[in-house]
């Protein structure tokens, strides 16, 4: 996923997809644990997705309300 279609999800989709990458993440791990795995780069771009859609969520959480409160 490109930085900008992060930016356009939902919080909700946002939620899904971390859930989805962390566990594409654990089923690598799980295959080069077993010898199964045929593309080792996978690994780091999974993780680097990670790490961007977490970074996204915290910068929501971080970002100021508009109402003034």
Do not use: C
């Not at 654990?26 to 999974?46: D, H, P, Y």
């Amino acid at each position: 996923m490109k930085t900008k279609e992060i930016r356009e999800l939902t919080a909700e989709e946002l939620a899904r997809a971390v859930r989805e990458h962390r566990q594409e993440a654990f089923n690598l791990r799980l295959q080069a644990q077993t010898g199964q795995l045929e593309n080792s780069a996978r690994m780091k771009i999974v993780r680097r997705e990670i790490a961007t859609l977490l970074t996204e969520q915290r910068a929501r959480e971080l970002k100021p309300t508009t109402d003034g409160k």
